[in-house]
């Protein structure tokens, strides 16, 4: 296995992104509550404008549509998978959480966020359409759709720029230690609003010391070796120096 870094968003897209989260319309979940729903193939909104029309300046022959108001409506295509990730609402939990609400009495509605581009939707929705559809048990899709719950909860804002890393730094500087006892890194990204924190452990001397994709250091023998963080974004790095004893 060559373990080289890929780059997912190629393949999943990063310009829609559809999260989900629990909640009443009186407070906005923090982001901290938002879970992406499944792995999605297909997002899309429509504000399903509702017009009438006036003549009042028909000079031209055209008659003008004034909007009255509008449906706002979401729709979702996801994957199906046997085991949902950690970091997913999922699947289960998601058609679990509709038939408990139907079952007691209550509209099945749940926060929406979805990022579009340069702006992101937020509102707080029922779910007006659940279903599946697929030939076999490994290859499934679910569609679901989204509709307004509660009109003062929706919002489209701009969403802001990127931040670029401007600096990293590794915590402990410095570290000593017998053979066979490990110690915790920590990268310390900047500026601390940064978009992308992500990045690579990688260890100068692998016979001495050994660094984990979470920056777990192994003591392997005696010596010393520098452990390095480098950042996904701008490539920035920053070092720690261990020392391995007998």
Do not use: H
């Not at 990204?189 to 192994?218: C, F, I």
């Amino acid at each position: 296995m060559q373990g080289c870094s890929t780059d997912n968003s190629k393949l999943f897209g990063r310009a829609v992104v559809l999260e989900v989260a629990l909640g009443c319309p009186d407070a906005v979940p923090p982001e901290s509550e938002r879970q992406a729903l499944m792995a999605g193939t297909s997002k899309g909104f429509d504000f399903s404008p509702n017009t009438v029309t006036s003549d009042a300046d028909d000079t031209k022959g055209y008659v003008e549509n004034i909007v009255t108001n509008s449906d706002f409506t979401i729709s979702f295509e996801g994957e199906v998978r046997k085991r949902d990730k950690l970091d997913q609402f999922g699947v289960g939990r998601f058609v679990k959480y509709y038939n408990d609400e139907v079952k007691a009495g209550r509209q099945p509605t749940i926060w929406v966020f979805m990022d579009y581009g340069p702006v992101q939707f937020q509102g707080y929705m029922v779910i007006t359409a659940l279903s599946s559809d697929g030939g076999s048990n490994d290859i499934v899709t679910l569609s679901t759709e989204f509709k307004v719950a509660d009109s003062d909860t929706i919002d489209v804002q701009e969403t802001p720029d990127d931040v670029a890393v401007a600096s990293v730094s590794v915590t402990p500087a410095t570290s000593s230690g017998a053979v066979g006892s490990t110690v915790q890194l920590t990268a310390n990204v900047l500026p601390s609003d940064a978009t992308d924190k992500t990045g690579t452990w990688t260890s100068s001397d692998p016979t001495k010391a050994t660094v984990s994709s979470t920056g777990l250091v192994t003591r392997v023998a005696t010596g010393s070796a520098t452990m390095t963080f480098t950042t996904n974004d701008g490539a920035k790095t920053g070092t720690s120096a261990i020392t391995v004893t007998a």
